[in-house]
T-cell receptor
Framework: AQKITQTQPGMFVQEKEAVTLDCTYD???????LFWYKQPSSGEMIFLIY??????QNATEGRYSLNFQKARKSANLVISASQLGDSAMYFC?????????????FGTGTRLLVSP | DAMVIQNPRYQVTQFGKPVTLSCSQT?????MYWYQQKSSQAPKLLFHYYDKDFNNEADTPDNFQSRRPNTSFCFLDIRSPGLGDAAMYLC?????????????FGPGTRLLVL
């Protein structure tokens, strides 16, 4: 069975600094995808970044990058130059070929607070 | 802009009174999903449609039903809401059902059961 673990219930960072949100995963499938979503207090889940299991390079999207370490089964999200608007809940999620369709398994989330 | 739209954003219903939540999409995606998210928890998949094929999660209560009359619209029906059904309901879409596909979410509907 697939499992996502996010061990940081809350993280604090000062504006303009970088922050790393941890995510480890467990799967026996060779083919899987890893996703990060941001959920502000308004409730919408906003897609941030995707990493496929066969991708050789770490994914990047603007200020977001994914530190993918396949052997350690970790997929940490790095946010550079934090902004006040980055304060939100962040979910790591995984899908895999074994489920037969794109079924996301979510972690418990990390709440990020960016201070001025 | 192509998007996923959910109406209403807030819904208040009475214990046992049927309620319908709606979702529409302009992305022309083949798959639509419904999730339930309770406070401080991760989203939980209720069911999904791949085109007209309905797929129910094994642990989704019978109280929850869904309809997809066309590609653009999908509805979540709660036949007899209980207090435990108060939650955020999120609709999502993906182009196809493959594991590589990204799901795009709507803004959600917060359901309150009195």
């Amino acid at each position: 069975a697939q499992k996502i673990t996010q061990t940081q219930p809350g993280m604090f960072v000062q504006e303009k600094e970088a922050v790393t949100l941890d995510c480890t995963y467990d799967t026996s499938d060779p083919s899987y995808g890893l996703f990060w979503y941001k959920q502000p207090s308004s409730g919408e889940m906003i897609f941030l970044i995707y990493q496929g299991s066969y991708d050789q390079q770490n994914a990047t999207e603007g200020r977001y990058s994914l530190n993918f370490q396949k052997a350690r089964k970790s997929a940490n999200l790095v946010i550079s130059a934090s902004q006040l608007g980055d304060s939100a809940m962040y979910f790591c999620a995984m899908s895999s070929m074994n489920t037969g369709f794109q079924k996301l398994v979510f972690g418990t989330g990390t709440r990020l607070l960016v201070s001025p | 802009d192509a998007m996923v739209i959910q109406n209403p954003r807030y819904q208040v219903t009475q214990f046992g009174k049927p309620v319908t939540l709606s979702c529409s999409q302009t992305l022309n995606h083949n798959v639509m999903y419904w999730y339930q998210q309770k406070s401080s928890q991760a989203p939980k998949l209720l069911f999904h449609y791949y085109d007209k094929d309905f797929n129910n999660e094994a642990d989704t209560p019978d109280n929850f039903q869904s309809r997809r009359p066309n590609t653009s619209f999908c509805f979540l029906d709660i036949r007899s809401p209980g207090l435990g059904d108060a939650a955020m309901y999120l609709c999502a879409t993906s182009r196809d059902p493959g594991w590589q596909e990204t799901q795009y979410f709507g803004p959600g509907t917060r359901l309150l059961v009195l």
